[in-house]
Structure formats: structure tokens, C-alpha cells
């Protein structure tokens, strides 16, 4: 015990000490629970994309393909390709080709985000890339949607967009579509770049804020007892 000073707790500190701390604990909880979610999450995605590949089969059931490892036979659409203005690989910007998929088993479509093409030296000018020809057997993660860009949020249309709304598109086109995207990881070779980079499941983001919840809560204790200790009037 410092000289000088006596131990002398008072109601009021430890009161809002335990309010502080209990508080502090309960978040801190909930942050490592939200990391455990999400690291569970990264598993999975990581499993999905070692796994076999399931094949699709019409009618496509979202519950059965969605965040899985699916394989696709059919023949692109290449009149109904959309490239998705401003994505960025390596620094450099570019376009996402989508194009939907006629399935061989089926009348339906699956819309398949096939990969990058980078843009030319101006924008008057569409860059070149292949289309594969015939029935082709790809293989690629079932996700719900395409990525989402900022826009103005005006209805787009023509070959050059922003964004792809999967119902719209399906609205616009008249073609029968799957109810998710297929992200192409392989298949026939056609220039188009699949480096797509692993998605932040943000496990180190909840990690940090429940460090920062339980060392509040440690605070709350330690500022309780420092205000406890109460300076001995000499006599």
C-alpha cells in the first residue's frame, strides 16, 4: 500500500466498475464469438474450394450449390455478355466478363462470372477476348451475386454496366437463370484472368475490438481500485 494513503472502497466506483466490467466481458464475448463465425466461415470457403466440384443439374437449387465447389456443361451466351466497368487487378483497371451459360440438362441458364480483361488505352474501344465455342464443362464457386460497385443507382442496360442485379438481368434478357453466380475457377482457356483474391472474412477486426472490450473492463477494475485508496491527513 502506497505510504500515506489507506484502502477505503467506496459504493459508488465499484458500482460503476462492475457495471463497466460486466459490460466490457459481455462485448467482448459477442467480438470473439463474431471472430469464431467468421473464422468458421473462412473454413468453409477454403474446404469449398478443395472439395469436388457438384454438378449442377436443373432445376439449380440455391440451398444445394450456394458457397460450394459446382460444375457447369453447357454452352455460353456470348450475345448476352456484360462487361462490369472499373474492377481493379493488380493495380490496373479493367472489366469483369459475365456471360450466361446454357445448361445441357435443363432450359435454364446459369450466369457465370468468367474473369478480368483489362481496358485498353481508351475507352471508345472494348477490349478482345474469346469466347469458347460448343458445349464446354466449367467449374466454379456457387455464390448469391456478382460483386456490387458504387453507381448512381440508375437502371442500367448495353454490354458495359456497373453492376448486374441477377433478377433484372433475367427480366431484360428473357432468359430463365439459376438463382445465383457461378465465379469460374476453370475450364477452356480464353484470356481472362480467375486471380481473384481470397474475401476478408474479418476474424482479425473482431479479434482486435474484443481485446479492446475486455482490456475496458480490466480499466474499469483497476480505475476502482485506484480510487479507493484515499490520502492519511497527518496529525
Known amino acids: ?9 467506496r459504493a459508488w466506483p465499484w458500482l460503476l466498475a462492475a457495471a463497466a466490467c460486466a459490460g466490457g466481458i459481455a462485448l467482448g464475448n459477442w ?19 478443395r472439395s469436388p466440384a457438384l454438378e449442377l443439374a436443373w432445376p439449380v437449387r440455391k440451398e444445394d450449390a450456394l458457397g460450394r465447389r459446382v460444375a457447369a456443361r453447357g454452352t455460353f451466351d456470348a450475345a448476352h455478355t456484360v462487361l462490369l466497368d472499373n474492377r481493379i487487378l493488380n493495380g490496373r483497371a479493367g472489366y469483369e466478363v459475365v456471360t450466361p451459360l446454357k445448361l445441357s440438362a ?3 441458364n446459369v450466369l457465370v462470372e468468367r474473369g478480368w ?16 465455342a460448343g458445349e464446354v464443362r466449367i467449374e466454379g464457386l456457387a455464390v448469391e451475386r456478382l460483386p456490387h460497385a458504387l453507381s448512381t443507382g440508375a437502371a442500367e442496360h448495353g454490354r458495359v454496366r456497373q453492376n448486374l442485379d441477377l433478377a433484372a438481368f433475367a427480366a431484360e434478357s428473357r432468359l430463365e437463370l439459376a438463382p445465383l453466380v457461378l465465379e469460374q475457377l476453370s475450364g477452356p482457356a480464353d484470356g481472362l484472368l480467375r486471380e481473384r483474391p481470397r474475401p476478408d472474412f474479418g476474424v482479425d477486426m473482431h479479434r482486435a475490438y474484443a481485446l479492446q472490450w475486455y482490456s475496458l473492463a480490466v480499466l474499469a477494475v483497476l480505475l476502482a481500485v485506484v480510487f479507493s485508496f484515499k490520502r492519511v491527513q497527518a496529525r
Open 1 to 9: 500500500m502506497p505510504r500515506g494513503y489507506s484502502f477505503r472502497p
Open 31 to 49: 467480438q470473439s464469438g463474431r471472430a469464431e463465425q467468421k473464422r468458421a466461415a473462412g473454413a468453409r470457403y477454403e474446404q469449398a474450394l
Open 117 to 132: 480483361v483489362a481496358a485498353g488505352a481508351s475507352r471508345a474501344r472494348l477490349p478482345e477476348f474469346a469466347t469458347p
Open 106 to 108: 435443363g432450359p435454364g
